[in-house]
């Protein structure tokens, strides 16, 4: 299985970025995926999560600015973020379960599966 990282880059504070997630290799398609972050000196943490069943869940600070989505059909995940802040810019990881459970954890221990991550840099 392979979870590919998309869409990165730098952007202006209060910019637009929406990252990708090729998920391959997967049969069938994984029951929950997750969008984490790790910024430098900073431990990772999970900022967005949804199930197959299309539960949602976001890190507190992060409602309303957010948003993961997913194209089932094409087994791609999406992390829509708006009014990007600087302390927002991290490694961002994609991460999947594909064992049965529909829970949209932001729990790292809970996905076994992960891409080599994107940089995101805000800056003013």
């Known amino acids: 299985v392979q979870l590919v990282e998309s869409g990165g880059g730098s952007v202006q504070t209060g910019g637009s970025l929406r990252l990708s997630c090729a998920a391959s290799g997967y049969t069938p398609s994984p029951y929950r995926m997750a969008w984490f972050r790790q910024a430098p000196g900073k431990e990772r943490e999970g900022v967005a999560a949804i199930g197959r069943t299309g539960m949602t869940a976001y890190k507190d600070s992060e409602k309303g600015r957010l948003t993961i989505s997913q194209d089932k059909t094409k087994n791609t995940l999406f992390l829509q973020m708006n009014r990007l802040k600087s302390e927002e810019s991290a490694m961002y990881y994609c991460?999947?379960?594909?064992?049965?459970?529909?829970?949209?954890?932001?729990?790292?221990?809970?996905?076994?599966?992960w891409g080599r991550g994107i940089q995101v840099t805000v800056s003013s």
């Open positions: 991460a999947a379960d594909s064992r049965y459970n529909n829970y949209a954890s932001l729990q790292e221990l809970e996905y076994p599966d």
